[in-house]
Structures are given as structure tokens and as C-alpha cells.
């Protein structure tokens, strides 16, 4: 690509230089350099090498950079046409320096002169001529970082930057405290926690709910008690997470009394996603937090689970009858033997039950009694009942 783009730029056109023809037709022009098995063509700043073997003929020429200099040599200081058709030639070469250098010459014979002063970017207001960073200035413009502002703009900008880098470094001061609060040194822990409460909360909310996810248990017991206090709204995902699934049972609570102080509208949907996890004793963490809340969202989930969990014990129970009249009389084997049991045989019936009953049990009561909560209703297992309930009442 960049080889494609260099031949482009040297391929002839109606200036001069040395002209090189190779061997494919291409006429290439610039200034060359004889490398030996090769050559360097440049011009305009660009270069390629090139292998002789692909080269038919050269003939020398001069690069416009030459012509311009022995052009400018030969013309007098106060030669004006000369100068401008100069700096024209220069201006169709794309000799941007000499073209610019040509203009200024002429304008120091005649600092009127039109056509010099709009090539060097000048623009007339009120019979004066003006560089466009002339025009900025009087309309009370200052340059910023490429740009034109107003004062007032750039003032703004570097103190939005300075305020920004003021936060950036409490917000690291922040991490360093809080990651102390976690310290086996009590001493540590306490000045930890007096560092933190002297910075303003805005600066702590992000931090705090990161360090949910700690493996501290101080860490996470002083920010769920912190972003309880400060009734953070983005904490409340976080905190329903440390409900369901912390592993002490005293910061679940305390994060279940942090989620209500926190008052955010959507945290009994926070809790009810956690329904439809495999673990049951997730499932039943959510469900007795969801009873905490007075919000008809959950009344569906709940009861979708509750008919899932009535069912599932209601086959667990003929399943264990089933198994009973099985093991009172005989077993059939695979073979097709049939095995007589011996009458006063004891055998254990809970390893034929594929889930623990007991678990389902409270998971259904506990169901009951959120709904109980919410709804002020009790229809008990009856999941006909508490929909017609719902169909009525709900908003």
C-alpha cells in the first residue's frame, strides 16, 4: 500500500527532474541517487528504491526545489509580477514554504496586494487586513489546545479537569482506606474506617459497592452497614446478591436491613431473580427477604415457584408411597426375578427420594408466608386461589 502511494506521488507529471522510465512503460520523475545496484528517486519529501534491472532508461532533469532556487536568484527584490508568477509556480509545485516565502515578498513590495494577502490567509474588516488569528483575538478568542474558545470555556475546561483529577485521587485514597478496613490489626481497622468517614460519600459509593464482592468479612460488613447509611440506590443489586448468597448469616441480614433503608423501587425484582436458581436454600433466602417487601411485582414469580415446589412434593409423596408398597411385599429385579422381603425388615426410604423433601417442605411454607406478608391473603397451597386474588387486585 505504501510502495503503491510512493509511486503515485513520483510517477511524471508536468514538472521537472530526473526522469525515470522503467521497463513496464511507467515514467517516474524526482531527484535520483545512485545506491549502486539501485537507485533512490525522491521528491516532495517521498522515496522509493529502486533495482536498475527494472530500469530501461534515466535522463537527468532538475527537481522543482532546483528551479525555484535558480528562478528566485535571478529576479530583483522589488520585481513584483516576477515574485507573484513565482509564487504561483510555486503554489501549482505544492512547494508549500516557497510558495508562502514568495506571497510575504510580495506584500513587502505592496502590502495591498489582494491576491498575496488571501493566499496567506488574510481577510479584510473594515479595509484592514487581518490573519484569521487576528480576527479570533478581536472577537475576544483565545486558542486552547487547538481550538478557539472563549476565556470563560477554557477556564471551565481546566477547572472540570482539575476537579476530575482531584476525584480520581480521592477515589484512590478511598481504595487505599477501605482496602485497610479488611486488616487483621484492629488498630488498623479502626483508622481505616476514621479516615473514610472524613470523606464525603459521593467519592465512596463506586469503591463501596465494589467491595461487596470481598472475601473480607470486615470489609463487607463495614460497607454494607456504610451504603445502608447512605442509602445508595446503585448498591441495591449488590446488596440482593449479599442476601441470597453470603456466606454469613449475619451480613445477609444486615444486608436485607441495608436493601430496605436503600429504598430502591426496583429491589424486590433484584431478590426475585435469585427464584430460579438449582439451590434451594438460595431460593428460600430470596423468598423470605421478598416477604420483607410490600411489592404485587413478586406475587407471580413466587407463585409460579410455589406451584413448581407443590407439585414437586406432591409426586415426592407418591413416589414414597410407592416405594412403601414396594418394600412391604417384594422387588422386582432386572432379570425379571421377584424377591420376597422379609416382613420385619427396616429399610431406609430416604435413599429413594432424588430430592430432599424436607428442604421442599420449608421452601413451600416459606412461600405461604411471604405471600401471606405481601398479599395480607392466605389461600395456603391453593394456587388457584391466590391467582384469582391476584387477577383482581392487581394495578
Not at 549502486?36 to 527494472?54: E, H, M, Q, Y
Not at 428460600?284 to 407471580?300: C, H, P, Y
Request: net charge positive; aromatic share 6%.
Amino acid at each position: 500500500m505504501v510502495r503503491s502511494l510512493l509511486l503515485l506521488i513520483l510517477l511524471a507529471s508536468p514538472v521537472l527532474g530526473d526522469e525515470v522510465e522503467l521497463k513496464n512503460g511507467n515514467v517516474l520523475q524526482g531527484k535520483v541517487t545512485d545506491l549502486g545496484d539501485s537507485i533512490r528517486l525522491t521528491r516532495n519529501g517521498a522515496s522509493i528504491v529502486i533495482p536498475k534491472n527494472r530500469i530501461q532508461a534515466i535522463r537527468p532533469g532538475k527537481i522543482p526545489e532546483e528551479i525555484y532556487a535558480e528562478r528566485s536568484r535571478a529576479l530583483s527584490e522589488d520585481d513584483l509580477e516576477g515574485h507573484l508568477a513565482l509564487a504561483r509556480w510555486c503554489r501549482d509545485q505544492k512547494l508549500k514554504k516557497e510558495t508562502q516565502h514568495e506571497f510575504q515578498v510580495v506584500l513587502g513590495i505592496n502590502p495591498d496586494h489582494e491576491e498575496a494577502r488571501k493566499a496567506l490567509g488574510y481577510q479584510k474588516v473594515k479595509d484592514t487586513w487581518m490573519t484569521f488569528e487576528e480576527i479570533q483575538k478581536e472577537k475576544g478568542l483565545v486558542k486552547f489546545r487547538g481550538k478557539w474558545i472563549t476565556p470563560g470555556e477554557r477556564d471551565l475546561q481546566l477547572a472540570l479537569e482539575k476537579q476530575k483529577a482531584l476525584e480520581k485521587e480521592i477515589t484512590r485514597q478511598v481504595r487505599k482506606w477501605l482496602a485497610k478496613t479488611g486488616a487483621s490489626s484492629e488498630k488498623t481497622r479502626v483508622a481505616a474506617k476514621e479516615r473514610l468517614s472524613s470523606i464525603e460519600d459521593r467519592y465512596k459509593s463506586e469503591p463501596y459497592i465494589r467491595a461487596l464482592a470481598s472475601s473480607s468479612r470486615e470489609k463487607r460488613t463495614f460497607v454494607i452497614s456504610e451504603l445502608g447509611r447512605m442509602k445508595e440506590p446503585a448498591a441495591a443489586k449488590g446488596l440482593a446478591r449479599r442476601v441470597v448468597w453470603d456466606k454469613v448469616p449475619e451480613l445477609r441480614l444486615a444486608a436485607l436491613e441495608a436493601l430496605l433503608s436503600v429504598g430502591h423501587d426496583d429491589a424486590p425484582l433484584f431478590l426475585a431473580a435469585w427464584l430460579k436458581e438449582d439451590s434451594v436454600h438460595a431460593r428460600i433466602r430470596a423468598e423470605e427477604a421478598l416477604g420483607r417487601f410490600s411489592d404485587l411485582r413478586t406475587v407471580l414469580p413466587l407463585l409460579g415457584l410455589l406451584s413448581r415446589v407443590t407439585r414437586t412434593i406432591q409426586w415426592l409423596e407418591q413416589y414414597q408411597k410407592q416405594i412403601s408398597r414396594t418394600l412391604r411385599g417384594s422387588l422386582l429385579l432386572r432379570d425379571g426375578r421377584r424377591i420376597r422381603i422379609p416382613p420385619d425388615l427396616l429399610l431406609s426410604l430416604e435413599g429413594f427420594l432424588p430430592q430432599d423433601r424436607k428442604n421442599l417442605v420449608l421452601e413451600r411454607d416459606t412461600l405461604i408466608a411471604s405471600l401471606r406478608t405481601i398479599t395480607g391473603k392466605d389461600f395456603g397451597e391453593d394456587i388457584s386461589g391466590w391467582n384469582n386474588w391476584y387477577r383482581k387486585n392487581q394495578k
